[in-house]
């Protein structure tokens, strides 16, 4: 380059450099410009392209139509009340705590009833007043019968004696209805068992000032187990209502048991936006108790997905992506698919790659489509 630029100066020299036309110093600076421009194209013809970006991979491998799920959850009782006051005051004794065994009427707490007791005891007198007005009206009304037979007494006085007996009645009737409602009232200051079970809340102290149906206790009634779990996709539960679940615990794997599915929650819980699943254990063994964190797993059939890292998931636009290695030209190719189920760990694809095709699993998000790339070897 620099002996083609010296030999076109000298033959622009040998016809500028007349006599009488332009001095030495007018010559070099209408050179310079040129020799600059060269330079240049020198710069250009040495701009390098940047290296390829070297990525992890995976091999997508062959597609399979079975899905093993699973979601840790915890047991539950299969019938769960809660246990309440109908009537408002302060308790002043409890009888039970969390995890006692209880059986059908037994007491577990009571209220101050003094306020009861009385009640109790004005119901009382108003019901001996009212049988002994009773009892005076059915006694003035046999007399009348007798004297209007002889013409003593007019039959107006006998329609009135009828009538007085017959609100004397009315009174009595209303007497026991109150008084009823006096023992009833009473009877509820003491909050008895349904039914045989286990305690498995507490949500009052004694002494506490409380209101009509402010729940107290948490009764697990029977020996029925539920295993619950959330989960993000209750679809693809509801559509697998004959699907036998296996639930096992957490600690212990080889502690198993049998479920099936008993209801999907309609609504997502407001703070993370999942549903509550209820499984139906079949015969649990006891290492199953209440409380218990256990793993919940279970078989879904649907379309041939192939299964690849979560981290190889990117988009296109709106539609989920992933970029594919052409293995001849070491290029990428940025391609949507179609998702089946997914978790934290798992995607699987049910179209748009092929089993054998060469998936970037790492640093999709600094990847663009038509990118030269190099693939690290397992392990690097």
Known sequence: MTDTFTDTARHILHHLNLPGRLSPHCLWIILFPAVFLV???????KTVSPPARPVRFVIAPAAVTDHTLSQTGEIRAHDETSLAFRLEGRM???QVDVGDKVKAGQLLATLDSSTGVNQLGSA???LASAQAAERVAALNLQRMNTLVRSGAIARVQLDTARS???AATSRRQSSEAALKNAQDSLSWTRLTAPTDGIITAVSAQPGQVISAGQAIFTLAAGSGRDALFDTSNPQALTE???TSFTVSLLSDPSVQSQGTLRDVSPQADPQTRTWRVRVTLKDPPQSLALGASVQVGWQREGKSSIVLPASALTRQGDRPAVFVVDR????VA???VSLGVFTVADISVTG???PGDTVVTAGVSKLRDGEKVTLLEAGE
Request: overall charge positive; hydrophobic content about 30%.
């Open 164 to 166: 007085d007996w017959q």
């Open 92 to 94: 002043v004794s409890r």
């Open 334 to 336: 940025l391609r949507p």
């Open 124 to 126: 009382r007198a108003d």
């Open 39 to 45: 330079s240049a194209c020198g710069d250009k013809e």
């Open 240 to 242: 697998i209502s004959d």
């Open 352 to 354: 748009g790659i092929q």
């Open 328 to 331: 001849k030209h070491l290029r």
